[in-house]
């Protein structure tokens, strides 16, 4: 008897996709930079890895003058190789800011959309030599992509450092706040104004830590943080949007919650020149 059932004529389920060019990140912003005023495309940091140059790359937004020296802040994405939703999320941070310069006003902005250049094409979180690069800052490491954002973290001497992730273990948004006190303060806006998009995780406990109003003190040793024994400190951000949700999503909540940051954070410059 033949089979009636459609089954074998639905089509496949999307093969699970496992390789991506760097391309999909870099080819959008070299077109933007090309009609651009403020992006700048930086040479990008170059390792070698299988006999071949891999690149970092980096690009620059400078957003127009603010009255005082510019407020530098370095913004990192795709540590983890496999959370593209964070690399697309900065790409589409930087065409906000293309249509709403204001956005970045009184900023120097450095971003670095794929920070793990060889696991964002292979799909994977660690990187081709098989190391979480998150776990290698400050650690004397010898990964070279690791080696490149610390001579980054050192050179520019940040006011601040905003890190994007997604999290496959959690239905939430969340974030990590570190360095000083302020830090909480520019992240809880960010998170408001990010949940309109998508749900916060409210657990007590979150990726193993203790979390009040999803918001993280603690963190793992060797993340992305400024230098050790800088002073003063930046504030340092780690965002987290739930991994299974739609990137689309993902993107927006990080993209809201990146001009949350900027917008508080010159309101608290602001502030304190006035004190
Ligand atoms: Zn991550």
């Known amino acids: 008897m033949t089979s009636t059932l459609p089954s074998t004529r639905l089509p496949s389920p999307r093969p699970f996709r496992t390789h991506r060019s760097l ?31 891999q690149e970092l790359p980096r690009y620059l ?3 127009a003058e603010g009255g ?15 959370e593209p939703a964070a690399s697309f999320a900065l790409l589409r941070f930087v065409r906000l ?5 204001e956005i970045a006003r009184g900023y120097c902005l450095f971003l670095y959309p794929v920070c793990n250049p060889t696991g964002f094409v292979d799909n994977t979180r660690h990187n081709r030599n098989g190391k979480d690069l998150n776990r290698e800052f400050w650690r004397n490491s010898v990964q070279p992509e690791v080696r490149i954002l610390q001579s980054e973290l050192w050179s520019h001497a940040f006011h601040g450092l905003i890190s994007l992730h997604t999290d496959d273990t959690s239905d939430g948004l969340y974030g990590y706040a570190h360095g000083p006190l302020l830090t909480e303060h520019l992240l809880r806006p960010a ?3 990010a949940s309109r998009l998508l749900p916060r995780n409210q657990g007590e406990v979150i990726d193993g830590f203790r979390a009040r109003d999803s918001i993280i003190r603690e963190g793992y040793e060797g993340v992305l943080r400024a230098p050790p024994g800088v002073r003063p400190r930046p504030f340092e951000i780690i965002l987290e ?5 739609p990137h689309y999503l ?6 809201v919650a990146l001009s949350s940051v ?10 304190a020149q006035n004190l």
Do not use: W
């Open 191 to 193: 998170l408001a104004a």
């Open 68 to 82: 005082e020296k510019p407020m530098r802040i370095g913004i990192f994405a795709g540590l983890h190789g496999d």
């Open 250 to 255: 993902q993107e927006a909540a990080l993209t």
């Open 262 to 271: 900027l917008e508080e954070y010159r309101k608290f410059i602001a502030h």
């Open 23 to 53: 391309d999909a990140i870099t080819a959008p912003l070299v077109d933007l930079a090309r009609g651009s005023a403020s992006l700048i495309v930086c040479e990008p940091g170059r390792f070698e890895r299988d006999g071949r140059i």
């Open 61 to 63: 937004f400078i957003g």
């Open 97 to 101: 800011l293309e249509e709403n310069p």
């Open 241 to 245: 949007t739930p991994h299974h949700t």
